[in-house]
């Protein structure tokens, strides 16, 4: 009987790190969606104003910083 007990106990640990390992995943799928959305919107501002990103950032700086 005490080795069907171990497996029972062993088969419930193997289940609770899967549990553990997809709660995980779960938190950073919206994460991961977030990133991407970001990225596209980014694109999408490169692919209309035919300039990288970082210049249109480093643009604006200066713009703020003339201002001071």
Known sequence: ??????NVK???DLFS?????????NLLTPL??????VLG????VEMVTGKD???ILRKK????NEES
Do not use: C
């Open 41 to 44: 919107l980014m694109r999408i």
């Open 17 to 25: 790190v899967f549990a553990a390992v997809g709660a995980f995943l």
């Open 10 to 12: 062993n088969m419930i």
């Open 32 to 37: 991961f969606g977030l990133i991407g959305a």
């Open 1 to 6: 009987m005490s080795e069907h007990h171990d």
């Open 61 to 64: 700086k200066e713009v703020s």
């Open 53 to 55: 990103f970082y210049s």
